[in-house]
């Protein structure tokens, strides 16, 4: 076992890569505190992985509230003592209905060699309680997370910290300016924690994915979702596992000279 006797805590893991990630880590011996705003969800992730006879501690906190993320780690800490893997997950993606029809209307133009009669217009439109909710919880909670954990790892000379970025930070996914913003600053955040505190012990790297199949995706319309693999030369989504197994890679000592990546399972869409 690749985790035996580690703590590691996932933040959104009642759902989705969280989840797939928080089962992974259970199955490879770690104790996995399961993070999710909705406790009803960490609970029932805590309890399939008890079932597993493997420890797992069930955490209700939105992580975009610095208050209770610290409490979320008191408790933690409390219970278990220590952490050494945190997976900083947690992350929406908000798609306004008008944005969503500008943006089939969009791919119907070109997917007929016609000039779109208008761009999607997501920026224009977008709100700043959208902007600021959407960078809220992605880049202010992992950072808020991070600060906690390291005040924790740094102590015990060992950790792993791994994000959760996404290729949208990478090269901008049009009608998505907040999720692209928010997930470029978790890459500049990993890189420049990295060498903050690799002498401590402490890795940092983060998660790149491409569209893989979670209800991450369910803002899009079926057309445009249909469209996604016919742009990935491996010609399909990715699934929750193919994430999860990075996730351990970098979780685990196989990873032990690696720090400040970004590694991004996203299957040649973005090269």
């Known amino acids: 076992m690749k985790l035996k006797e580690r703590v590691a805590l996932v ?15 259970a199955r490879e011996g770690a104790q996995v505190a399961v993070n999710d705003v909705r406790r009803e969800a960490a609970q029932a992730v805590a309890t399939e992985i008890e079932k597993s006879g493997t420890k797992a501690l069930a955490l209700a906190a ?23 893997i945190l997976v900083n997950n947690a992350g929406i993606a908000v798609m306004t209905d008008e944005v969503k029809d500008r943006a089939r209307a969009q791919m119907e133009a070109m997917l007929s060699g016609r000039a779109p009669s208008e761009t ?12 600021r909710r959407t960078l809220s919880i992605h880049l202010d909670g992992t950072f808020y997370c991070t600060r906690e954990a390291l005040r924790h790892m740094e102590k015990q000379g060992s950790g792993r910290v791994i994000n959760m970025a996404s290729i949208a930070g990478m090269t901008g996914l049009g009608g998505s300016p ?15 924690v990295a060498k903050e505190v690799a002498p401590r012990g402490v890795l940092v790297n983060a998660i ?3 569209f893989i199949d979670t209800p ?14 016919l742009q990935t030369p491996l010609g399909r989504l990715g699934r929750p596992h193919e994430v999860a197994a990075v996730a351990l ?18 299957g040649g869409y973005y090269i």
């Not at 991450?216 to 693999?229: C, F, G, N, R, T």
Request: net charge negative; no cysteine.
């Open 216 to 229: 991450l995706l369910d803002v899009m319309s079926e057309p445009m979702k249909a469209l996604i693999p």
């Open 11 to 25: 933040t959104g893991g009642g759902s989705g890569l969280g989840r797939e990630i928080a089962l992974t880590f």
């Open 178 to 192: 907040d999720y692209s913003a928010a997930k470029a600053g978790i890459i500049g955040l990993t890189k420049a």
């Open 62 to 84: 939105d992580v975009s509230d610095s208050v209770e993320v610290a409490a979320m780690f008191e408790e933690l800490i409390e219970a278990w003592h220590r952490i050494d």
């Open 120 to 131: 999607v217009g997501a920026t224009r439109a977008m709100t700043d309680a959208h902007w």
């Open 208 to 210: 790149a994915p491409g």
């Open 249 to 266: 890679y970098l979780a685990s000592d196989d990873s032990s000279f690696t720090t400040g990546q970004i590694i991004s399972p996203n």
